[in-house]
């Protein structure tokens, strides 16, 4: 057995356990991006550093081994700042949005692109139930709105923009048919605006075509909706230009929580880029990429099957396919794991 | 063996050629997943590049999957994925051509052949650019590689000339050789044919030499030798008589061979000094250069030939090892080893002691490595250390290993190199015709196998540790082993008299001053001392500011601390570092600001990138003294800067990282109104 201070309280364990582990049996919270159980640690991301008291060098909890007589501080101000700092620095090579520009617009923050999704997919309970814990007892906004969710649409600069409204207020229409309860998973209202939101920067033209990407199988556009199916058909159309990690983001949990938010000077930004593979229902976004490397450590390809590795060094490192290889071609079985494990909204499910 | 991709992603296969050399190669090497790196480099070395469906191939015939072999191909700066022009042009991006205007260099190469902004090779397809680390001829920089050659002191005005020079120098027939037998010989013409030796014209100078020679049959012995050093003199020319009367020429020209040959050997012998006074003096000056020096470990240095062991073994070379390997007697080795007061220099331990701490596990592989710093001033140092002396290298690791009880060695050289890794490879080559190496050498039941590891070399990032991990190995610099062999000269076999050297620093100096060169002095000697007797001052005289110390993870020492001796425990008290120990000048013209830029470049590029404060905390470094530099950094921004610093040395997890930061933490504090001169109004 080894003893170990930790914020000044003592442990005794049996040695070879990690600083994280040790911490979290005793209910001390340390914040993780690149770490995930029962995968090989390799620390990266260092925002579970803790402080070495004594020599005052930071040390990454998830990978340091406990020894004999160490004494570890995991919340002084030293500690808060670099965490600060490394969230800064991730953030900066981060180009992402968190939310979409017309829920970002929209006076209320409904949240319109998560209702397109179920409308797309035929999910019209869920669609019904969420209008329904957006607005509450009152009647829908939107008749009497300006609709600023569709001036600020993205859509609108390839050709026009989503009907949003048009489609929320024949949602609403069809409210009285049925007897749907608010959907409390989804979240309403402005609550959204207390998270860490990165910002919304103006796209060029190929980032369009990249977000357009979303709409691959889509023919048809509709102004006046009148039924399921054209909301459905219309709703397809919609980019999904929020962050498939929106509300399950370790990265926009921690910088919340230390209160950083997105630093206006960025790195040089990768270009907004989008991998879609629909046979594994999987979408891998880059530019949303903190290099933590957990999925490259969860799967490789020694098994015959194509994974995702590392490419390049320094600030030129990115997760990617091997070269000639192509993103549609990593299996089903992969893209699962790393729609799992992935922190960021760099690697979701497509659906 | 693993199972192959199930699908090879919808590449169409490449042309015929590109298959032939990967089957090739993979016969070659082998299948196994460790021998990536070498069919690498070995289908770049044939097509020039590698190729996508290169890589596929390589992937289907070997143990290695698509992953890895794209994940090493592109990390290692040296392999290139797109193909290039049919001669590289090489930019160094150390900091004394960074000094000494590579920047501006590189743009006039860039307009001379017109290569565009975003392109990296010329219209015609001749030639294409490249950014390597340093070439380790810091003394003539600003200077750049073209295929073989190595251009150096460069000014814009200089690239035309260079460009065409080359293209004509590939054309050119061979020249005359040292061919004729001679008997009577009276006496040997030396000249220094080290890197940078050649690149100011020694060759030419020896071809001179050799074609008077052979037109008048004169019996001297023309002895290409290895450097002195003395970079600033270059090339050198010591005609030695068999007596050991010596004249000296220094600065030499393809031109003044004739007159030189004339006034020595011609009908006219000593009559006319046709050699002017200047250079008279400027030979008395270097005379007084060596002379000051502590020269144990770079004794031979211009006196005997890097490519001939039985000359180094007829100086008394390979002595030490002889007696040594009879006696067989480790711990004595180690005792006197450890009593010489022997230390590597770059991380100033006693030799001996780190033999002593070697794990003793029996079954594990083990070997000893002699590496070489690629980087910056530590290399030009390294390189002329290998390209000099390979036989004292070797005679020192031999030694080692008997201390050690290892039978197996390694020589780390990168591609940068190729002269070194030349002259090591032939060394070993005649230690082995000679029996000194290889099974059982000399009867005495010791066996001693060196290899040489080639391909990209970038030991950075804590990758140096891990190549070996778990092996037995015994890590030191070439400076080390060189100097094993004369701990051991003028002893006895009674062990008690190991010759208690003075421990001596091989000091690159380079920058700002008039005679750079590499120089051999007692440790402890201080900054001011060796700039003075050494440097001839700077090149401006009064004007330097600082010198900057240590290579890519050293620090600026301003002027007010001249004094301070080069010692590595009073540097580290200091908490300052001072690496391979050389020296770079710079004057107060020089920015500070751009200099700091230039290393914070430096660890932006070689971050291996995995953790977040390296590879980000890096390059915001570096974006945050370009703001300074642009006089367009608010004040906050500095405040960052240095909180960063800390954050960087603390929290990094390998030494790139946490060294990184040494240039700007010293900057700041020595030179902090250079900074605050950038701030935002
Ligand atoms: S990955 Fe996280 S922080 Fe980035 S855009 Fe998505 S939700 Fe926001
Ligand atoms: S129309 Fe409705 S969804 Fe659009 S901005 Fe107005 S209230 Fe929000
Ligand atoms: S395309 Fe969809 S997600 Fe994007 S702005 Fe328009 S409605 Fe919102
Ligand atoms: S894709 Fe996700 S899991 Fe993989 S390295 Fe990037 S952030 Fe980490
Ligand atoms: S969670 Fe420990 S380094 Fe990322
Ligand atoms: S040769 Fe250019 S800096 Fe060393
Ligand atoms: S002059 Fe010979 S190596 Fe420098």
């Given amino acids: 057995m080894i003893k170990i201070k930790i914020n000044n309280r003592t442990f005794e364990v049996e040695p070879g356990r990690t600083i994280l582990s040790i911490a979290e049996d005793g209910g001390i919270k340390i914040p993780t991006l690149c770490h995930y159980p029962g995968i090989e640690e390799d620390a990266s991301c260092l925002i579970c550093s803790v402080r070495n008291k004594r020599d005052g060098t930071f040390t990454p909890a998830c990978a340091t081994i406990a020894e004999d007589g160490m004494e570890i501080d995991t919340k002084s101000k030293e500690v808060i700042e670099y965490r600060k700092r490394i969230i800064r620095l991730i953030l900066m090579e981060h180009r992402a949005e968190c939310e979409a520009p017309c829920r970002v617009s929209c006076p209320f923050g409904h949240d319109i692109p998560l209702l397109n999704r179920y409308l797309s997919e035929g999910k019209i309970k869920e669609a019904l139930s969420l209008l329904v814990s957006e607005t509450g007892d009152k009647p829908l906004h939107c008749p009497e709105c300006e609709a600023f969710c569709e001036t600020n649409c993205r859509r609108g600069s390839i050709d026009s923009p989503i009907s949003i409204r048009n489609i929320r207020m024949f949602l609403s229409s069809r409210l009285e048919e049925t007897s749907i309860k608010p959907d409390d998973q989804s979240r309403p209202d402005n609550e959204y605006k207390k998270l860490f939101s990165s910002k919304i920067t103006a796209l060029t033209a190929a980032e369009l075509s990249e977000w357009l990407k979303e709409c691959e199988d ?60 629909r046979n594994a229902n999987l979408v891998f976004e880059r530019a949303k990429c903190i290099k933590c490397g957990l999925c490259v450590r969860a799967c490789n390809d020694l098994d015959g099957r194509v994974a995702l590795t590392y490419l390049n060094r320094g600030l030129d490192l990115i997760v990617s396919e091997p070269i000639g290889v192509d993103f549609r071609y990593i299996h089903s ?19 | 063996m693993t199972q192959k991709m199930e699908s090879s992603g919808g590449i169409v296969h490449g042309n015929d050629k590109v298959i032939e050399v990967v089957n090739e190669l993979v016969e070659f090497y082998g299948t196994a997943s460790d021998k990536v790196v070498q069919i690498l480099t070995g289908i770049q070395n044939r097509l020039n590049y590698l190729p996508d469906e290169a890589l596929i191939e390589v992937a289907r015939l070997t143990d290695i999957t698509p992953g890895q072999i794209s994940e090493i191909s592109t990390f290692y700066p040296q392999f290139r994925h797109k193909p290039t022009g049919r001669h590289i042009i090489q930019f160094c991006a150390g900091t004394t051509c960074f000094l000494k205007g590579s920047r501006e260099i590189k743009e006039a190469f860039r307009d001379y052949l017109k290569i565009e902004e975003s392109k990296s090779c010329s219209p015609d397809n001749l030639f294409s650019i490249e950014d390597v680390e340093c070439l380790g001829v810091c003394a003539i920089a600003p200077a750049v590689r073209i295929g073989n050659e190595i251009y150096g002191n460069l000014s814009t005005a200089d690239v035309g000339r260079v460009v065409e020079g080359f293209l004509e120098s590939i054309e050119k027939k061979p020249r005359p050789v040292n061919k004729s037998a001679l008997d009577n010989i009276t006496g040997e013409i030396r000249v220094g044919i080290g890197s940078c030796c050649v690149a100011k014209g020694s060759k030419e100078v020896l071809t001179e030499i050799v074609a008077y020679k052979e037109s008048k049959n004169i019996p001297v012995l023309v002895k290409p030798v290895g450097c002195t050093g003395a970079c600033g003199y270059t090339p050198i020319m010591d005609i030695v008589s068999n007596e050991g009367d010596r004249k000296r020429y220094v600065a030499v020209t393809p031109q003044d061979v004739e007159s030189i040959m004339e006034e020595n050997f011609g009908d006219k012998k000593n009559m006319v000094n046709t050699v002017d006074d200047a250079r008279g003096i400027i030979s008395k000056k270097l005379d007084d250069y060596l002379a000051k020096q502590t020269r144990i470990t770079t004794d031979t240095g211009g006196i005997l030939s890097p490519v001939s062991l039985n000359e180094y073994i007829s100086k008394g070379g390979l002595e030490p090892f002889k007696r040594l390997v009879n006696e067989k007697n480790r711990s004595l080795i180690i005792d006197r080893l450890t009593l010489s007061g022997l230390k590597e220099k770059s991380s100033s331990k006693l030799v001996g002691e780190e033999i002593w701490s070697l794990k003793t596990d029996e079954n594990g592989s083990h070997a000893i490595i002699c590496y070489s710093e690629e980087n910056d001033t530590g290399s030009f140092k390294d390189r002329m250390m290998l ?83 778990g092996m037995r190995v015994l890590m030191l610099s070439p400076e080390t082993f060189c100097g094993v062999p004369s701990v051991f000269e003028n002893g006895n076999s009674d062990g008690n008299n190991a010759r208690k050297t003075p421990n001596t620093l091989i000091v690159g100096l380079t920058g700002r001053v008039d005679t750079p060169g590499v120089v051999e002095v007692a440790e402890g000697t201080s900054i001011g001392v060796i700039i003075d007797r050494f440097g001839g001052g700077t090149e401006s005289k009064e004007n330097i500011k600082a010198v900057h110390i240590g290579g890519l993870a050293g620090c600026f020492i301003p002027k007010e601390l001249f004094d301070m001796p080069l010692d590595y425990d009073i540097f580290r008290n200091n908490s300052l570092f001072l690496g391979p120990g050389n020296i770079e000048m710079i004057n107060e013209a020089d920015s500070i600001v751009d200099l700091t830029l230039h290393f914070a470049d430096f660890a932006r590029r070689q971050s291996c990138g995995k953790c977040a404060i390296c590879r980000a905390g890096t390059k915001r470094m570096y974006d945050i003294i370009t703001k300074i530099r642009e006089k367009n950094c608010a004040k906050e921004e500095l405040a960052e800067l240095e909180l960063l610093c800390v954050h960087l040395k603390k929290g990094s997890l390998c030494g790139l990282g946490k060294n990184a930061p040494n240039a700007v933490v010293s900057a700041l504090k020595y030179f902090k109104k250079e900074f605050e001169d950038g701030l935002l109004a």
């Fill in chain 1, 333 to 351: 079985e992969k893209a699962d794991i790393y729609s799992n494990i992935c922190p960021t909204g760099a690697l979701r499910k497509i659906k």
């Fill in chain 1, 218 to 277: 889509t023919t048809e556009r509709y102004r006046e909706i009148g039924d399921y199916l054209t909301a459905g058909y219309e709703a397809k159309n919609c980019m999904h230009c929020d962050c498939r990690a929106a509300n399950d983001c370790g990265l926009r949990e921690i910088a919340a929580q230390l209160g950083v938010t997105d630093p206006p000077e960025k790195f040089d930004s990768l270009p907004i880029e989008k991998k879609i593979n």
């Fill in chain 2, 387 to 469: 390209e000099t002396f390979p036989f004292k290298i070797i005679e020192g690791m031999l030694i080692m290993g008997l201390a050690a009880d290892i039978g197996r060695a390694i020589f780390h050289i990168s591609d940068m190199y190729p002269l070194a890794k030349r002259r090591i490879k032939n060394a070993i080559s005649q230690y082995i015709k000679a029996g000194y190496l290889g099974y059982n050498i000399l009867d005495s039941g010791f066996s001693f196998e060196i290899i040489v590891i080639e391909g990209p070399g970038d030991f950075m990032c804590g990758e140096r540790e891990s190549e070996f991990a």
